[in-house]
């Protein structure tokens, strides 16, 4: 769907609508007459073969109506997510203006906006041109988002410029202000100077010569201020840009007239503002040069981690080996990596082996030993054996491409923080110029004799000291620094949303398998009923076990091939969700499963009692098996404990977490678990469609919850919790139903993203405090409300000065972040 088109009549619009679900003549018809039949809508043709409709309607009609009457007749309009590059924002305001133009193009949904990232991302059926036109109507330019790896690269090149640029327009200004500044307050610091002044230059002749230097400044490098905040103003959308050049321009007409025609002005009141003027546009310059240079500390992480990746790859291709660039590279091909090389793709080894450090990937800095047939990751790094693979991924489908653009997503997201900022920036910029006017006025009705300069005076600092940068940074800055941080130990936010509400977890609920433990399961007992053999009993358990994927059955099967079992042939094999499994194995009935699945076949379990006892005290899951309708065997499988888990759920403990362990083993085997390494509270023997309703009942119990699982097993407990965390195995990133996703596959991933959840939290909150206070507290005494009580009014320059920092305060408190600490045993 395109965005509204100005027609030339500037009455009527004209729109590009996509549509879905048109199958002949008829449906054009329909389509055509439902538009029509829109209040305001004066033309409306359809096209089948290019399911689009161009429709022309009144400035007055709102965009929804039409995508409503399409849906009317049985049609939809497709919707996407597109990310768009926006350039030219400066503050907040900047941010609310683009929003409601994004919002106000047909069929959008919703469109965030985010200024340290520079990002729109919009949900809905728009179509990217119109939004970019829509953007550019708004005053700003914008195009497409490229691939992850070449927009970083790309936003990276015109930030440098773009720092370059405002140094270059900084060093100018203040060599023309110095000047300035010397003959404006030289006499008052030095009076030798005074006397050099009024005998050997003249007054009048230092204000011309003020007046050149000022103009150089106004028009040379402080005319970016008003090639961007004059248009926004004529617009009756200001920002801070127009608040700069109406508070800066007024003080230099006011000065010129005092300069050539003082005979206008009342008597006591011919003053020049020139070393203010230019002193101000200086230091706004200097707050934005220290401002983007702080920005592009902000995505460091994303840079690093575009850094991983290789440049070339030396590929087998021909029976020869050839070095080609990376973008050459595609599924399939033969790649040699040799020691001390960067992996160019991802990949499976097919020769050799080697050991790989992975922790710019997973945090974790032990190197990983890779043999034939494991999976290896493109940026990774090889130590010192040789070894070939077969590239599985390349380019945007490899690993370091989707957590590139998974940590872009994050960071360009909005938290629900964040709402009170944008009801309060939409706007600021309007009402400090009201208070400006306001200030003009007041201090011509109740000041001095003299009030005229004293009203351009405070009126203008009004204006100059108001900041919504800092309101706008003070939420995205945070996020960006603290979700780069998070992609550099391993923690991934999917969603930045999950950022904040992890921050509120009251109770960390975890799966057993594959999470606290391993996921590779050994056979560690098999107890034999009287008159059933031995081999012959394990034999026809893993010939059915042979049929499952789950890892106990692999165990199984694992432990009777090792023991020279023959497995005999298998029929009618059916699995019992939570159950346990059964089949036919040369007409005999084979059922296997957990003592549950025996009671349900009314079979007594009580001669293994004794034993299973003892198995479920060493933390072992105790499985029976039953042949012809009698209980054969009992088998017990341990699943050990990853080396990291009991710290990760003591660090956890630490941070005033409950920790609750959800399992469909016994309460028995889950209960010698939980004790051996700490945890809270046990919920056992759940089927997996249990799981929900377990956490149900925790969140009413307890509130906010997280949930940790392995994304795959997983996938409808972590979609019901509060913040899904999915435990990834390095390549198991793409976890539709996580929220967060933890590349180690380490538990103590958990506890390093809830105190990076809550320390980035506490960090918007510091920067949201500053930008409030700062502007709720400054812009009265910029006013002059101190002047009645003590005497007390704000310079311009004072007031350019605490603006120009301002900014610089909120990022390079964000910026803290990058130090962030992990988590540790003892944490609080």
Not at 307 to 323: C, I, Q
Not at 422 to 434: C, E, H, I, L, Q
Not at 730 to 756: H, K, W
């Amino acid at each position: 769907m395109n965005a509204p088109v100005k027609d030339h009549s500037a009455s009527t619009e004209a729109v590009v609508l996509l549509i879905e679900g048109m199958s002949c003549a008829s449906c054009v018809g329909r389509v055509e007459t439902a538009l029509k039949a829109v209040p305001g809508v004066i033309s409306a043709n359809v096209n089948l073969a290019t399911e689009k409709a161009e429709v022309t309607f009144n400035a007055s009609v709102d965009s929804r109506a039409l995508s409503a009457a399409i849906e009317r007749v049985g049609y939809s309009i497709p919707s996407r997510t597109i990310a768009l590059t926006v350039e030219g924002m400066t503050c907040a305001s900047c941010v609310s203006r683009v929003e409601r133009a994004l919002s106000a193009v047909p069929g959008v949904a919703s469109a965030d906006v985010n200024l340290a990232a520079e990002r729109a991302t919009i949900q809905g059926s728009a179509d990217p041109a119109s939004l970019v036109r829509a953007i550019e109507n708004a005053g700003y330019k914008a195009r497409a988002t490229q691939d992850s790896l070449a927009q970083a690269a790309e936003t990276a090149a015109r930030r440098n410029a773009e720092l370059t640029d405002l140094g270059r327009d900084l060093a100018v200004a203040t060599l023309l202000s110095l000047p300035i500044f010397v003959f404006a307050m030289g006499p008052h610091v030095v009076p030798a100077f005074h006397s050099f002044v009024a005998r050997d230059v003249g007054a009048r002749w230092d204000w011309y010569l003020q007046f050149i230097l000022t103009t150089l400044v106004v028009f040379g490098p402080g005319l970016r201020f008003y090639r961007k905040g004059m248009p926004a103003l004529i617009r009756m959308a200001p920002d801070m840009n127009s608040m700069v050049a109406v508070g800066t321009i007024a003080a230099y007409a006011y000065s010129i007239v005092a300069t050539f025609t003082p005979g206008v002005l009342p008597m006591g009141t011919v003053n020049v503002y020139y070393e203010a003027i230019a002193v101000i546009v200086t230091l706004i310059l200097l707050g934005r040069f220290l401002e983007a240079r702080a920005r592009g500390k902000t995505s460091e992480a994303i840079q690093r981690l575009v850094g991983l990746r290789a440049r070339t790859a030396r590929v087998r291709r021909d029976d020869h080996v050839r070095e080609i660039a990376i973008d050459d590279v595609v599924p399939g091909d033969v790649v040699e990596v040799r020691p001390g090389e960067r992996l160019p793709v991802d990949g499976e080894v097919v020769e050799g082996g080697s050991y790989i450090d992975e922790s710019m990937v997973t945090g974790e800095p032990i190197p990983v030993a890779k043999a034939p047939g494991d999976t290896v990751i493109g940026g990774t790094i090889n130590q010192k054996g040789a070894f070939t693979l077969r590239a599985t991924a390349v380019g945007g489908a490899t690993v370091l491409s989707q957590i590139i653009r998974m940590v872009e997503e994050a960071q360009g997201s909005k938290l629900p923080i964040q709402a009170l900022v944008d009801k309060v920036t939409m706007w600021f910029v309007p009402a400090v110029m009201a208070v400006s006017v306001l200030t003009f006025i007041l201090w011509l009705a109740f000041g001095p004799e003299t009030a005229f300069p004293f009203a351009i005076v405070n009126a203008v600092a009004v204006l100059i000291i108001a900041c919504p940068c800092a309101m706008g940074l003070a939420t995205p800055t945070s996020i960006m620094v603290g979700t780069g941080r998070g992609a550099e130990i391993g923690v991934l936010f999917r969603r930045g949303a999950a950022l904040q509400l992890l921050r509120g977890a009251k109770v960390i609920a975890v799966d057993k398998t594959g999470t606290l433990t391993e996921g590779r399961p050994t056979l560690t007992d098999l107890a034999v009923a009287g008159g059933f053999d031995r081999i012959s009993v394990l034999a026809r358990i893993a010939a059915v076990e042979a049929k499952s994927e789950h890892p106990v059955a692999q165990a199984i099967v694992k432990a009777a091939r090792d023991a020279g079992a023959a497995f005999p042939r298998v029929a009618g094999f059916e699995s019992l969700t939570g159950l346990g499994v059964r089949a036919d194995v040369e007409g005999e009935r084979v059922e296997i499963g957990a003592d549950r699945y025996m009671r349900e076949l009314g079979l007594d379990v009580d001669v293994f009692a004794e034993a299973a006892e003892r198995l479920a005290a060493e933390g072992k899951t105790p499985l029976y098996a039953a042949v012809e309708g009698q209980v054969a065997a009992m088998i017990a499988v341990a699943d050990p404990l990853k080396p990291t888990t009991p710290e990760a759920i003591t660090t956890l403990r630490a941070l005033g977490l409950k920790v609750v362990m959800i399992t469909g083993d016994s309460r028995r085997t889950a209960a010698a678990i939980a004790r051996k390494i700490g945890i809270d509270e046990v919920v056992a023997e759940v089927l997996p469609n249990e799981k929900v309703e377990a956490l149900r009942r925790l969140k009413n119990e307890h509130g906010c919850l997280a949930f940790v699982g392995d994304g795959i097993n997983d996938a409808p407990a972590l979609a019901e919790a509060d913040v899904g965390l999915a435990i990834g195995a390095g390549t198991d990133i793409a976890i539709e139903t996580a929220d967060v996703v933890l590349m180690s596959g380490s538990l103590r991933g958990v506890p390093n993203a809830i105190a990076l959840s809550r320390a980035t939290i506490r960090n918007i909150r510091q920067n949201l405090f500053w930008a409030f206070a700062y502007n709720t507290l400054l812009i009265p005494v910029a006013a002059g409300i101190l002047y009645p009580l003590w005497g007390i009014l704000l310079s311009p320059i004072l007031a350019a000065s605490a603006m120009a920092f301002s900014s610089v305060f909120v990022l390079g408190n964000s910026l803290r972040l990058r130090h962030f600490a992990l988590a540790r045993r003892g944490t609080a």
